[in-house]
């Protein structure tokens, strides 16, 4: 018996949003004058980890190998290589808009897989 996994598409594309309104509250409540806030990087680097995931499960590349390369950002922060600074926090700022644009896009099946 197999499973048709895409009646679970749905599911994820709210949770996606979910994790995406947390991430952009996370990311506007960033000083970027103070040291690092490790908790939210790590709430932030977790949300974008289980995306990353789901899209693989579902097949939605192009969230997968955005969210890899954010999730790879992200890495660089948590370990010191990399600065959080107000052009970073934009820039993830904007890559949540992105995202928000391709589920959209995916739910509505626009985008082509």
């Not at 895409?6 to 995406?20: G, I, K, P, R």
């Not at 370990?79 to 589920?103: F, H």
Request: charged residues 25%; hydrophobic residues 40%; glycine residues 4%.
């Amino acid at each position: 018996m197999e499973i048709d996994i895409s009646q679970f598409h749905q599911s994820f594309f709210e949770e996606s949003l979910e994790m995406l309104a947390d991430m952009e509250k996370a990311l506007l409540n960033i000083d970027v004058n103070q040291p690092t806030d490790k908790e939210a990087v790590n709430r932030i680097f977790r949300a974008m980890h289980s995306m990353k995931g789901g899209s693989a499960t579902f097949g939605f590349n192009i969230i997968r190998d955005f969210t890899h390369t954010l999730e790879s950002y992200l890495t660089q922060i948590r370990n010191g290589s990399q600065s959080l600074t107000k052009e970073s926090v934009d820039l993830m700022l904007k890559a949540v808009d992105c995202l928000r644009d391709l589920i959209a896009d995916l739910s509505q099946n626009s985008l082509s897989l």
